[in-house]
């Protein structure tokens, strides 16, 4: 069936490091892919989303790469910030349904 | 921001007692679903509705019920609250289907069986 798995967390950098959270994915047909993010205490919010392959998505300095070669859609920030801690989640949808599917969230803390 | 609203925002409640939350949309889009956060599990589907009256089960729908009356709201009732259903609870709206589309949430219900 379809789903995600995701890189297991936490993770913790210091601030201006290189962040890395991998995802991959399992789907039929051709899936959208989508990292959502969600800081304390409030709802997912949608980060950035690419919908073929080849399809890079950015936002805030955060970018991911659609590989249907290797199933990937990996999040990558070159500089992250202390404000960039929050809980990050891969989630793909797919063509055929209503559904939204996701990874099991990957927890990022920025310490100064 | 989308229009969404969940309520309540935090309830406790006693094991044995029905209990339900309420999501209430302002976008008027079509497809709505309830979701619970559980560490370890990421987000999982319990019920979606694709319109009025109109709604079909996730993969944890047990114990769990929900009605769409009208377009704006999605209620979901814990018939027999259960302490195992002690969760983060997340409603999501999305405009159409396909793909392409993101869904939008609300800001949660936490809620706590005792």
């Known amino acids: 069936g379809d789903s995600v798995t995701q890189m297991e967390g936490p993770v913790t950098l210091s601030e201006e490091a290189f962040l890395t959270i991998n995802c991959t994915y399992t789907?039929?047909?051709?899936?959208?892919l989508f990292w959502y993010v969600q800081y304390p205490g409030e709802g997912l919010q949608l980060l950035l989303k690419?919908?073929?392959?080849?399809d890079k998505g950015s936002n805030k300095g955060f970018e991911a790469t659609y590989r249907k070669e290797t199933t990937s859609f990996h999040l990558e920030k070159g500089s992250v910030q202390v404000s960039d801690s929050a809980v990050y989640f891969c989630?793909?949808?797919?063509?055929?349904?209503?559904?939204?599917?996701f990874g099991t969230g990957t927890s990022l803390t920025v310490i100064p | 921001d989308a229009g969404i609203t969940q309520s309540p925002r935090h309830k406790v409640t006693e094991t044995g007692t029905p209990v339900t939350l309420r999501c209430h949309q302002t976008?008027?889009?079509?497809?709505m679903y309830w979701y619970r956060q559980d560490p370890g599990h990421g987000l999982r589907l319990i019920h979606y509705?694709?319109?009025?009256?109109?709604?079909d089960k996730g993969e944890v729908s047990d114990g769990y019920s929900v009605s769409r009356s009208k377009t704006e709201d999605f209620l979901l009732t814990l018939e027999s609250a259960t302490s195992s259903q002690t969760s983060v609870y997340f409603c999501?709206?999305?405009?159409?289907?396909?793909?392409?589309?993101?869904?939008?949430f609300g800001q949660g219900t936490r809620l706590t069986v005792v």
């Open positions: 999501a709206i999305r405009g159409i289907t396909g793909p392409n589309t993101e869904a939008f």
């Open positions: 789907a039929t047909g051709y899936p959208s």
């Open positions: 690419a919908t073929k392959a080849d």
């Open positions: 989630a793909l949808s797919v063509e055929s349904g209503n559904q939204f599917y």
């Open positions: 976008e008027n889009h079509r497809y």
């Open positions: 509705s694709y319109g009025v009256k109109d709604t």
